[in-house]
């Protein structure tokens, strides 16, 4: 490829500089910029080139300076069907709305100007696509006048001609198509089509196509596969035993949901003349894979294991985390253990983290759990195949409640908020299509395993800062003031008392919880306050975590399934099992810490984003079930389209502005849809609503009030 003259692009940007605003023709530009060192070819490659880069924009009067018209470049961050976001080069993102897009798609560098918001927001439009990308979309394939066409997921609402048609798609399918040619506008864009996920119909479908555009490897590598294989043949041996402190014989044992597989913590408790000694004994993940290896690498990638419906996409194949990694029951295994000691307060006074091997009693169940504890009074209620199965391990369980709630109180004394976010639990049949949706319940068993993980996880991060070796932190920074202020003017307009504070503190957040506890109002200030927090991460700095009222917190307790616990076993392990000095320590891992950090951090947030947009297909499949009938709601959000909705279930449908019965109505821009300048639906009110509308492919149900 012919190289780019600077000498043609410092004299392109020197004459437009000199022309101000003014467009200055292509013919006319060429004129003053030529020389006995740039041929036409020369000039049109740096012209190209500036234009790419977002310096120049040709418009239909000639090229123009775009700084000189307040112009600036940007990422199309995302597209939505009537709107999108640009990224600055500062990182800011700007809305811009649909017919402002000029066709621009995700991936692309555009070159943007601001226009006037229509709220506080800045908005801009998109001037030129200096630089395309390479589109790919998900939608469903659709049929007119013989005609194939695509309607995008995401993007816009207008239909995308496929540009021949060599698959076999059929139509209603949900398939992955790629721009082959633009258009001034989505609709003038031509595709085709590169793959067919199954019908738009099927949850499990469209849930493929949300894996593939977040770019999840569904299946593992080869090396990982044959490296995974290899080590899944291992025996433990007296040489993996040398050293490690033996806890075979001790009351240890694990506590999962019925259908875990992949075990990776176990625990144990027992009473001293202080109080309680606890053992968090974890899966020694890292004793298996070492760094640098493939599954090392490919980890690193995925950062976290994806759980949707009833399915998982592990970090670690299976032969490792259903296999020599868990901590099955009555097998030897090797753990890194955290041993604690707390005084009857709760209070921690002793903690030391060990490599270990252990044999666990039984495959504890929350559920089997859960039915024991509540016989605590009498035992004889507890069914017989229950009494066999724990046989041995009842004063166990019954000292782990107690410890458990001692811990609870104090996470209370601390001023912890106890946000109450409802979970949903899908059920999926046989066929796999999800056929019912329902509230998960947490019962007293998950409590005691959350309270003992997080002990062992402050012990980790408190070991580390304490060292002062690079780690990897889990951290929950103070909430932004603006932020702040508008959860305070929430509870203001609601009614809802709040503390006075300058300084907001944790304390501050759980008062707001607790003054609307058990009220209807209950759910919709419990979002409002989640939303006000800034959201947890991994650093490699100890910042704290101010949900937890916590100095020191890190992730050590799930190394199967995520990669920040990964990488924390194998620091602990040179500090307090190699005894590596503490500046070998921050030399060997002082990058790592803060690669790792950044990668699961990301990690993270697609996990989510895809759990969730995967969830909202399959409850969308349920709903498609139920069209027509009638359901008691809660509005539980209001927007300037419409309402949301919630059911018992957790399930959410919109309700649009539109087809609410008689009259003109309005957002009233906070938490009230109104007519005639009164108040008619706030969030929290209790609706009627039938379900009219579902949209598996795009994970969205519609419903409409029912007038009583």
Request: proline letters at 4%.
């Amino acid at each position: 490829m012919a190289e780019i003259s600077q000498i043609c692009i410092s004299r392109i940007l020197n004459v437009l500089e000199q022309g101000g605003k003014r467009a200055v023709p292509e013919k006319a530009l060429y004129g003053r910029v030529k020389g006995k060192k740039i041929s036409t070819a020369d000039f049109r490659r740096a012209a190209a080139a500036l234009c790419e880069s977002g310096d120049i924009m040709l418009t239909k009067q000639g090229y123009i300076l775009c700084k000189a018209h307040d112009m600036f470049k940007a990422d199309v961050a995302r597209i939505n069907k009537t709107f999108g976001f640009v990224r600055r080069e500062d990182g800011a993102e700007i809305f811009v709305p649909g017919k402002y897009l000029k066709g621009a798609m995700p991936g692309d560098t555009v070159v943007c100007r601001l226009i006037p918001p229509r709220g506080e927001s800045p908005e801009a439009e998109v001037c030129a696509v200096a630089k395309e990308g390479f589109s790919e979309f998900t939608g469903t394939l659709v049929s007119e006048n013989n005609s194939y066409f695509v309607q995008p997921d995401s993007f816009c609402r207008d239909l995308i001609a496929v540009s021949g048609r060599d698959t076999d798609a059929k139509e209603g399918d949900k398939v992955l198509a790629v721009i082959t040619k633009r258009g001034e506008r989505h609709a003038d864009h031509r595709c085709r089509i590169s793959a067919v996920f199954g019908s738009s119909d099927r949850a499990v479908s469209s849930a493929m196509a949300v894996l593939y555009m977040n770019d999840v490897e569904v299946e593992f590598p080869l090396a990982v596969r044959d490296e995974a294989r290899h080590i899944s043949g291992m025996k433990i041996t007296d040489k993996d035993i040398y050293s490690r402190l033996d806890l075979r014989d001790e009351i240890i044992f694990t506590i999962d949901g019925a259908d875990t597989k992949d075990i990776d913590d176990a625990i144990s408790v027992s009473r001293t003349d202080k109080g309680y000694a606890l053992g968090v004994h974890i899966a020694d993940v890292s004793h298996y894979v070492k760094p640098n290896s493939e599954l090392d690498k490919d980890a690193f990638l995925r950062g976290t294991s994806i759980y949707y419906a009833n399915k998982v996409i592990p970090m670690l194949p299976k032969e490792l985390s259903n296999g020599i990694c868990s901590l099955n029951p009555n097998e030897d295994r090797l753990a890194f253990s955290c041993l604690m000691e707390l005084d009857e307060e709760g209070k921690l006074l002793k903690y030391k983290f060990s490599k270990t091997v252990i044999r666990s009693r039984v495959k504890g169940v929350y559920s089997e759990i859960n039915r024991i504890l509540d016989c605590k009074d009498d035992i004889s209620a507890v069914p017989d195949d229950l009494k066999k199965k724990y046989d041995g391990l009842f004063d166990t369980i019954f000292l782990m409640q107690e410890l458990a709630e001692i811990l609870t109180a104090n996470k209370l004394k601390r001023g912890a908020p106890q946000i109450d976010t409802p979970e949903c639990k899908l059920d999926i049949n046989e066929n796999e299509v999800c056929v019912n949706v329902m509230r998960r319940e947490r019962g007293k068993a998950e409590l005691i395993i959350e309270e003992f993980m997080l002990m062992a996880n402050e012990s980790a991060a408190k070991t580390a800062r304490e060292n002062n070796i690079p780690f990897v932190y889990r951290v929950h920074e103070d909430p932004a003031p603006e932020k702040v202020s508008e959860l305070i003017e929430v509870t203001d307009r609601l009614g809802v008392s709040h503390p006075q504070f300058s300084g907001v503190k944790p304390v501050h957040l759980a008062e707001i919880l607790n003054s609307v506890k058990d009220t209807d109002l209950s759910p919709v200030i419990n979002n409002m306050v989640l939303r006000s927090m800034a959201k947890a991460k991994y650093s490699d700095e100890p910042l704290g975590h101010f949900g937890l009222v916590l100095k020191d917190y890190a992730h050590f307790t799930s190394p199967i399934r995520r990669y920040p616990d990964l990488a924390i076993h194998r620091i602990l392990t040179d500090l307090c099992y190699n005894k590596e000095p503490a500046a070998v320590i921050a030399k060997k891992y002082g990058r790592f810490a803060n690669a790792a950090s950044l990668q699961s951090s990301e990690c993270e947030l697609t996990a989510m984003r895809v759990e969730r947009e995967c969830e909202d297909c399959y409850i969308a499949e349920y709903m498609s079930a139920h069209l027509g009938e009638e359901f008691e709601g809660m509005v539980s959000s209001v927007t300037d389209y419409g309402m949301y909705v919630e059911l018992p279930n957790t399930v959410e449908g919109l309700v649009k502005l539109e087809t609410l019965p008689d009259g003109v109505y309005e957002f009233d821009g906070h938490f009230s849809i109104t007519r005639d300048g009164k108040a008619v639906y706030s969030v929290g009110q209790h609706v009627k609503v039938k379900c009219v509308k579902t949209d598996i492919s795009g994970g969205n149900i519609d419903f409409v009030i029912v007038s009583e």
